[in-house]
C-alpha cells in the first residue's frame, strides 16, 4: 500500500505561492494523486487531481514528476482564506479496479496578513 | 452545501452501543465513499460502494459494516462501539466507480460526530 508523507505545518503570507510536497514512494502503477482542502468542522473539499505530469485549474497546479514518487500542489497568490489542512490522497484506480485510498495527515497552512 | 446529505450530525452513545449512520449522495452519483477522521489517525478511507455493490474496502473494522440500497443512500453500521471509535465520519460519493481513466472529484458531506462514553 502506498504511504503518503507530508510537511505537518506551513506558514505563508498574502499573495505568496505556497507549494506544498507529499511524498508516496510506494505508489502503484493504477494510483492516481488528489489533493483536498478542509476547514474546520467541514468536509474536505477537492481541489485537484492528476495522474502524471503537470495539471493546471482555476485555482492550482498539480506536479508530478516522472517517477510519481511524489507530488507538489501549488496555490498561487494565497489570501487569508486558503487558511486550512490540505491532504494528499493516493489511491483508486486509473483505468483499473478500484482499491484502498490512502490520505495523509494533512498539511496545515496557515496564511498571515 | 456539496449536495451530500449526513444524518444524525451528533451522536452521543456508550461502550457496547450499536448505532447507524445515514449517507444520501448528490443526486446521480452512483459511488459512497466513507472515511473515518480522528485527531490520532487523520482521514481513514473505510469502504466504498458503487450502484449497490461493495468496490473497495480500506480499514474498516470487523465490528463495522456498510451497504447502499436501491435508491442510492448509504447506511454506516457500527457495533461494539468502544471509546476509540469516537471520531467524525464523513460520507462522500462521486459519478464514477474509479474504472476507467481518473475518477474524478469526491464530494464529501458535513460528517457525523460519534462519541462514545
Known amino acids: 500500500l502506498a504511504k503518503t508523507t507530508q510537511p505537518i505545518s506551513m506558514d505563508s503570507y498574502e499573495g505568496q505561492e505556497v507549494n506544498i510536497t507529499c511524498s508516496h514512494n510506494?505508489?502503484?502503477?493504477?494510483?492516481?494523486i488528489t489533493w483536498y482542502q478542509q476547514f474546520p468542522s467541514q468536509g474536505p473539499r477537492f481541489i485537484i487531481q492528476?495522474?502524471?505530469t503537470k495539471v493546471t485549474n482555476e485555482v492550482a497546479s498539480l506536479f508530478i514528476p516522472a517517477d510519481r514518487k511524489s507530488s507538489t500542489l501549488s496555490l498561487p497568490r494565497v489570501s487569508l482564506s486558503d487558511t486550512a489542512v490540505y491532504y494528499c490522497l493516493v489511491g483508486g484506480s486509473y483505468g483499473g479496479s478500484q482499491g484502498n485510498l490512502i490520505f495523509g495527515k494533512g498539511t496545515k497552512l496557515s496564511v498571515k496578513p | 452545501d456539496s449536495g451530500v446529505t449526513q444524518t444524525p450530525k451528533h451522536l452521543i452513545t456508550a461502550t457496547g452501543q450499536r448505532v447507524t449512520l445515514r449517507c444520501s449522495p448528490r443526486s446521480g452519483d452512483l459511488s459512497v465513499y466513507w472515511y473515518q477522521q480522528s485527531l490520532d489517525q487523520g482521514l481513514q478511507f473505510l469502504i466504498q460502494?458503487?450502484?449497490?455493490?461493495?468496490?473497495a474496502k480500506g480499514n474498516i473494522l470487523e465490528r463495522f459494516s456498510a451497504q447502499q440500497f436501491p435508491d442510492l443512500h448509504s447506511e454506516l453500521n457500527l457495533s461494539s462501539l468502544e471509546l476509540g471509535d469516537s471520531a467524525l465520519y464523513f460520507c462522500a460519493s462521486s459519478a464514477q466507480a474509479g474504472t476507467g481513466g481518473l475518477p474524478g472529484e469526491q464530494f464529501f458531506g458535513p460528517g457525523t460526530r460519534l462519541t462514545v462514553l
Open positions: 460502494y458503487y450502484n449497490g455493490e461493495e468496490r
Open positions: 492528476g495522474y502524471k
Open positions: 510506494n505508489i502503484a502503477t493504477n494510483d492516481y
